[in-house]
């Protein structure tokens, strides 16, 4: 089910709630947090990141000196938005994790030169951050229709509205795509298998695998911002579940795991304790120096994600990069 959008909404501005309770029968509320406590080696979802102090403790991680994606795939959008127009012509852009849409902007400018109404359907699990953008944008390209999506990936997904007479292009930057396991981004792909016609387009922003010392500095910067955005999951569960976790004992770790080729995020406890997580009637003890994994942060192989896209009737039309080959750009097209 869906909830109706605000009536006080501008006609070229949609918000659109998606209903959880429309999931629920495959998901209900906190299983996934109880299965990820239970387990011997414990850990969480990485979508409990985001909630309204989360979303903005992460675009203060994208400023960073330390966080190179971020400005790195914007030069790269920068540089060649309009190329990427010029090869998918004018398009319907879905946004993925949409945040600020401040990267977007690159594509916006490009796709706006093509003439015409330009659709843009962001999707965030924030609604105050969806809202804020796309207030901001409509400001900014009068020519603009938003039809902002509040829910998860796997939501919106299957709840994309109808597509106008143009092509849809699907966006997921951020290399948000590394928060996935192998497994969870082959599903990934065969979602966007089914969500996607032939003809429509697939962006996708990656971090590549590079020397460990600048991948490791990425995710632990002097300010102490990433340490924050981690311990805040813990904060996100107290109000959303009813949990005491004291985030002041636990501390923040981020290592490169080679063989993996990903970055691991981990929450140390200080100390011997024990959680409550009232609503979901959960009791986890934490052994001192016991590690509770948050993320991983895959980097990529570009040869090796073709393929995997390719499994999935996604054919690689053309990649970008920055001087460095630090990051890609990758759009994708859905073959029949």
């Known amino acids: 089910m869906i909830a109706s959008s605000q009536s006080f909404a501008p006609p070229s501005l949609t918000i659109t709630d998606l209903d959880t309770t429309a999931v629920s029968h495959i998901t209900p509320p906190g299983e996934d947090v109880i299965a990820g406590l239970t387990q011997r080696q414990k850990t969480l979802p990485p979508r409990y990141f985001y909630d309204a102090t989360g979303s903005q403790l992460f675009e203060q991680?994208?400023?960073?000196p330390e966080y190179y994606l971020t400005r790195t795939e914007a030069a790269i959008l920068a540089e060649f938005a309009g190329e990427i127009a010029a090869v998918t012509g004018r398009c319907e852009l879905v946004e993925l994790g949409s945040g600020s849409s401040t990267k977007t902007r690159h594509l916006l400018d490009a796709y706006h030169l093509l003439g015409g109404t330009l659709d843009y359907v962001p999707i965030d699990v924030s609604r105050e951050i969806l809202v804020e953008s796309a207030?901001?944008?409509?400001?900014?390209?009068?020519?603009?229709?938003?039809?902002?999506?509040?829910?998860?990936y796997e939501q919106a997904l299957t709840h994309l509205p109808v597509s106008p007479d143009a092509p849809r292009l699907v966006i997921f930057l951020g290399s948000t795509l590394g928060n996935l396991t192998p497994e969870a981004c082959d599903r990934f792909f065969a979602q966007l298998e089914t969500a996607l016609n032939p003809g429509d387009y697939l962006l996708l922003g990656v971090d590549l695998q590079k020397d460990p010392n600048i991948l490791e500095a990425a995710y632990n910067d002097a300010q102490g911002v990433t340490a924050a955005f981690n311990r805040n999951i813990?904060?996100?569960?107290?109000?959303?579940?009813?949990?005491?976790?004291?985030?002041?004992?636990?501390?923040?770790?981020?290592?490169?795991?080679?063989?993996?080729?990903?970055?691991?995020?981990?929450?140390?406890?200080?100390?011997?304790?024990?959680?409550?997580l009232t609503d979901l009637n959960l009791t986890v003890n934490f052994a001192p120096g016991e590690s509770l994994h948050t993320e991983i942060s895959r980097k990529f192989h570009l040869p090796t994600l073709q393929t995997e896209l390719q499994n999935h009737h996604l054919t690689t039309r053309q990649i970008w990069t920055d001087p460095q080959t630090w990051f890609a750009v990758v759009l994708a097209q859905r073959q029949s």
């Open 61 to 64: 991680i994208c400023t960073l």
């Open 234 to 276: 813990l904060a996100h569960l107290n109000w959303r579940f009813g949990g005491n976790f004291d985030l002041e004992q636990f501390q923040h770790r981020a290592v490169y795991n080679a063989a993996a080729g990903q970055i691991e995020a981990y929450l140390d406890s200080g100390r011997s304790q024990t959680v409550q």
């Open 135 to 152: 207030e901001a944008l409509l400001a900014d390209y009068p020519r603009l229709r938003v039809q902002g999506l509040v829910g998860t």
